[in-house]
């Protein structure tokens, strides 16, 4: 009943926007420049005499697929139970929504997703490339109007409009964000301003966003239920984090008597942003994202990581890292890559051998992790930091975090540039 009430309600605003719009459509804006939105224009519903809202509901096809983009997963799976119409609708938007959604800004000129307008985007990540972009510097909305607003004020009201009362996501500051092919889409853009991830509902798996420190010390029993195990996580910190990898590390492993895929980088700065305020995450302090399973027993999500330090033998350890990993349906890979290192078509090379992962590519002041493959080993393998001595702190690297879940696929590759035989 209380499902109904607030899908009668919903569905009255629909119509009462519809209206607006098409009024606003008509309207004459003179020598004035009007903007398409991204988003598309909502059908126009004519009023008729004796119009039943229950009636609507069931035979206007349209208006149920439009109030079920508005409905969270769990409400998806509820209005399923209604009729066949609903099922038809949720099913239709579980569809778009179980796969992962990514941005990409440069400028004027976006590139996304095919299901990013559709996308919960709660579950959000945003690199930015400093000087590029500054999160409270003014940027220009369009050419022909002096409309202007901070960064983060486009994020929210552009990007995450869905969600601006229950938005918690972080926007990371990195020194630079490599050209490649986020996709299967080949890029048109020069250059990376700003990349955007967006994770689905992941079944048995729930994402955390935490912080994490020593003074007060972070207590992992504040943040993980009983029943969990963290099977991945993606750590970013400012200044050198040896003691504090080494404190989250062990404190881990106490908890959950095994290990996990570990990477991340040192950036530039960490801004999160929640409904009522952002915080800037402190020097000292780590701030972490990690995939937690929910049931021990399920294994659908896997979560891997590799270290290759030497540029002439990163073909070979990416294919031997491709054969050893499972693959799945939904697959996505962070790189972390010194700022210092030739890279020497890394990206290239990643999209030939996974070619239908979505990457994430961004360069860092320092990389974090450890090679480490669950399906046959559950020790990983610190590689040695004379510097530092962690063993976690890395130098002049390339670390790549791989996340897959879903059915088990058989793994491909892509077609192979010709370039890659001339380089290597």
């Known amino acids: 009943m209380v499902l109904m ?6 569905c009255k605003g629909l119509l009462v926007e519809m209206i607006e719009n098409s009024l606003s459509y008509l309207e004459d804006h003179g020598s004035m420049i009007c903007l398409q939105s991204p988003f598309s224009r909502p059908p126009q519903i004519p009023a008729t005499p004796g119009f039943d809202f229950n009636e609507a509901l069931e035979n206007l096809f349209p208006l149920t697929d439009m109030i079920c983009v508005h409905l969270e997963y769990q409400d998806l799976l509820s209005v399923s139970d209604i009729s066949d119409t609903w099922k038809i609708s949720a099913k239709k938007e579980l569809s778009k929504r179980d796969k992962i959604s990514w941005i990409c800004l440069n400028g004027s000129q976006i590139e996304m997703s095919d299901n990013f307008k559709e996308m919960d985007r709660r579950n959000s990540l945003f690199f930015y490339a400093f000087p590029n972009l500054v999160l409270n510097k003014e940027v220009c909305m369009h050419k022909d109007e002096a409309e202007s607003m901070p960064f983060y004020a486009f994020l929210d009201e552009h990007i995450m409009r869905q969600h601006k009362y229950s938005k918690n996501y972080a926007c990371i ?3 630079d ?8 889409k080949k890029t048109k853009l020069s250059t990376y301003y700003c990349i955007g991830v967006m994770f689905p509902v992941i079944p048995n798996i729930r994402i955390l966003k935490f912080y994490y420190k020593l003074n007060p010390a972070t207590n992992i029993k504040d943040i993980l239920r009983n029943d969990e195990v963290v099977k991945a996580l993606i750590v970013f910190g400012i200044t050198n984090p040896k003691k504090e990898l080494k404190k989250l590390n062990k404190d881990l492993r106490a908890w959950q008597g095994d290990t996990f895929a570990l990477g991340g980088g ?4 960490i801004n999160v942003i929640s409904p009522h305020r952002q915080s800037f995450v402190m020097p000292s302090s780590l701030y972490c994202i990690a995939f937690v399973e929910e049931n021990r027993f399920d294994h659908t999500f896997f979560s891997a990581t590799a270290i290759i330090r030497e540029s002439h033998s990163f073909e070979f350890r990416l294919n031997s890292f491709q054969q050893s990993v499972e693959h799945r349906e939904q697959s996505v890979m962070f790189r972390f890559c ?5 890279e020497n078509l890394e990206d290239k090379l990643i999209r030939y051998y996974f070619p239908n992962i979505v990457l994430i590519p961004m360069r860092v002041n320092g990389e974090i992790g450890y090679d480490y493959n669950w399906r046959y080993s559950k020790t990983p393998k610190p590689v040695f930091n004379h510097r530092d001595g962690s063993g976690f702190c890395l130098e002049y690297t390339t670390v790549l975090v791989y996340l897959t879940w879903g059915d088990l696929v058989k793994p491909q590759k892509g077609p192979r540039p010709k370039e890659l035989d001339e380089m290597f």
Do not use: D, F, H, M
Request: charged share 25%; net charge neutral.
């Open 5 to 10: 009430n607030y899908l009668e309600c919903l």
């Open 173 to 175: 500051s990195v020194k």
């Open 177 to 184: 964000i490599p050209l490649c092919e986020i996709g299967k």
């Open 266 to 269: 040192l950036v530039w700065g």
């Open 338 to 342: 010194c700022i210092e290192k030739i």
